[in-house]
């Protein structure tokens, strides 16, 4: 089973609009969550963090949101730019051997 | 120069050969991690190493073994390729509880 999942395979906005990424999870054992960014043939690049003591992160354009009542984490881009376009995966850890487990990915385009 | 390297980068076998993926970090991390990335299935552990003499088994292990010959190396082999390890596969490395960072991936293709 998939413990970390992203329902949204693509997504299209508009330069200068928000992004807003999405991530549910479903082991209440994680406490410690990734987003990452994926151009193509390159791997995925560390974007921000979260811990499970906080329900907001904030760095430059991207913020990271945590609701751990609905075990739900959003990813907020604002403004959008054209070089924002990628694939972002979420994931999480937690628990025994804090391994990481990662969402199927969101391929997001920024439309000049 | 890059704190993780993996050669090769494309491979291209045939059914039934032994493959190895090899990973080199600079970063001086413990732990050292290998994914692959399937279409639709986002990325999943294969192996993982906490220390040299620490190997543990991911999500989808079977028909892969790995390696941990220093703390900077870590090499993962197919024994026998199939054409469903087809995939993209990235090696990632991470200090104590941190955050893992990634390879530039290797594309094996399996004919």
């Known amino acids: 089973d998939q413990q970390v999942k992203q329902n949204s395979p693509s997504l299209s906005v508009q330069e200068g609009r928000i992004s807003i990424l999405n991530c549910d999870y479903t082991n209440s054992m994680f406490d410690y969550f990734l987003w990452y960014k994926k151009y193509p043939a390159e791997g995925p690049t560390f974007l921000i963090s979260?811990?499970?003591?906080?329900d907001k992160n904030e760095d430059g354009r991207f913020t990271v949101f945590l609701n751990k009542s609905a075990k739900h984490l959003s990813l907020h881009i604002v403004p959008s730019q054209p070089g924002d376009s990628a694939v972002y995966f979420c994931?999480?850890?937690?628990?025994?051997?804090?391994?990481?487990?990662f969402g199927t990915g969101t391929s997001l385009t920024v439309i000049p | 120069d890059a704190d993780v390297t993996q050669t090769p980068r494309n491979r291209i076998t045939k059914t039934g050969k032994r493959i190895m993926l090899e990973c080199s970090q600079t970063k001086g991390h413990d732990r050292m991690y290998w994914y692959r990335q399937d279409p639709g299935l986002g990325l999943r552990l294969i192996y993982y190493?906490?220390?040299?003499?620490?190997?543990n088994k991911g999500e989808i292990s079977d028909g892969y073994s790995v390696s941990r010959q220093a703390q900077a190396k870590f090499s993962l082999s197919l024994e026998s390729a199939i054409p469903n390890q087809t995939a993209l596969y990235f090696c990632a490395t991470s200090d104590s509880g941190g955050t893992p960072y990634f390879g530039p991936g290797t594309r094996l293709t399996v004919t």
């Open positions: 979260i811990s499970s003591i906080k």
């Open positions: 994931a999480a850890s937690g628990g025994a051997g804090n391994q990481f487990y």
């Open positions: 190493s906490f220390d040299v003499k620490d190997i």
